[in-house]
């Protein structure tokens, strides 16, 4: 069983940024990608980026030139999502996956953006 646990998510108000981290109890190599995906009040779950293991990455266009899916270079555990820019539309619960989607997911963690 693969345990993912999101951080990072709080409180921010738009135009500011965030990073959200998502450590993984195994090697993101085992799988052929990594997601975050998003789910706001009311509304389906979204992929928000994606990064293959080959490091091809893909936004959701509402989030092209603000955000970046990246993983850590010294820990093979470990993915970001690097959110500028930001706005009130980007609050939600974000999940991150081991694919799109993927087998496992996290509990989530909260961002909201005031205006």
């Known amino acids: 069983q693969v345990q993912l646990v999101e951080s990072g998510g709080g409180l921010v108000q738009a135009g500011g940024s965030l990073r959200l981290s998502c450590a993984v109890s195994a090697s993101i190599f085992s799988f052929n990608a990594m997601a975050w995906y998003r789910q706001a009040p009311g509304k389906q779950r979204e992929l928000v980026a994606s990064?293959?293991?080959?490091?091809?990455?893909?936004y959701a266009d509402s989030v092209k030139g603000r955000f970046t899916i990246s993983r850590d270079n010294a820990k093979n555990t470990v993915v970001y999502l690097q959110m500028n820019s930001m706005k009130p539309e980007d609050t939600a619960v974000y999940y991150c996956t081991t694919g799109t989607p993927g087998r496992y997911w996290g509990q989530g963690t909260q961002v909201t953006v005031s205006s």
């Open positions: 990064r293959a293991i080959g490091g091809i990455t893909n």
